[in-house]
């Protein structure tokens, strides 16, 4: 990513970060709202989804969501970032093979969190555009580590 690139993700990502948890459950809302039967992978599972936003585990898990992405944005522009969201990314990524999450599930999850993000920042095309970028970065790394496991759906 060129240095406007990451100036923009920083800036824009000021909003959802402010409040993460917050934030992390409305991805998850709209997750579970759009594609119920990904609710079985979660430790949450036998949680109502209209009682979803009250419950710790859930609004524990929609935190982390957001805090591995703010550390990944506090990388961007720095030496080696792509090497560190290479760790990041591959550390979350392996921690879920044994959940056998089909890549399916996992683009699910990549468009609901890119239209919440757009939504919640009031993104433009071209803001958004930035934004899918880094997410596709990302979902490289995350479908690597699916492949060199051999668990690839």
Known sequence: MNSDEVQL??????????TPTDSGAA??????????????KFPFRDVPLEELSGNARFRA???RIIRVFDESIQVLGQEGDLEKLDEI?????????PRTISKES???????ILDVLTA?????ESQAATWAK????????IFKA???DGNAK
């Open 9 to 18: 993700i920083k800036k824009t990502w000021e909003i959802p970060v402010a």
């Open 27 to 40: 991805i998850l809302t709209q997750f579970f709202n759009r594609f119920p039967s990904n609710l079985e």
């Open 61 to 63: 898990h929609a935190g």
């Open 89 to 97: 990314w591959t550390k979350i990524a392996v921690s879920h093979i």
């Open 106 to 112: 996992y683009n699910q999850l990549k468009g609901v």
């Open 120 to 124: 919640a920042c009031s993104l433009d």
């Open 134 to 141: 880094l997410v596709d970065h990302v979902y490289g790394i």
């Open 146 to 148: 699916i492949d060199d």
